[in-house]
């Protein structure tokens, strides 16, 4: 079992940065590969970046690829998502979720377990 707590969302203008945490609890964090989904009012959930369980490989969607960072700390049991020269169209909840198995997915139903999200708004 594993619980997840998003945090660090908030009101940003066009281009500002924010760092979205995800705190993990659970002893197995570190076997688990992690995603970040964001839903939009009115849209469907969607994939944001995800990363594998040791950290050593990544996979970003195309319209935050060079804009987001993906990264964990197994040691901490956290994960984070950096993202810089925000947009309005990126303003969503933004969600952290954990799949076991051996790779990671932009499937949301493949997802395990979910927290609760973060609002991040972007104002043009």
């Known amino acids: 079992q594993v619980q997840l707590v998003e945090s660090g969302g908030g009101l940003v203008q066009t281009g500002g940065s924010l760092r979205l945490s995800c705190a993990a609890s659970?002893?197995?964090?570190?076997?688990?590969?992690m995603g970040w989904f964001r839903q939009a009012p009115g849209k469907e959930r969607e994939f944001v970046a995800a990363?594998?369980?040791?950290?050593?490989?990544?996979d970003y969607a195309s319209f935050v690829k060079g804009r987001f960072s993906i990264s964990r700390d197994n040691g901490k049991n956290m994960v984070y998502l950096q993202m810089n020269s925000l947009k309005p169209e990126d303003t969503a909840v933004y969600y952290c979720?954990?799949?076991?198995?051996?790779?990671?997915?932009?499937?949301?139903?493949?997802?395990?377990?979910w927290g609760q999200g973060t609002q991040v708004t972007v104002s043009s």
């Open positions: 979720a954990a799949v076991g198995g051996g790779y990671y997915s932009r499937r949301d139903s493949e997802y395990d377990y």
């Open positions: 659970g002893r197995t964090f570190g076997s688990y590969n």
């Open positions: 990363i594998s369980w040791r950290g050593g490989s990544t």
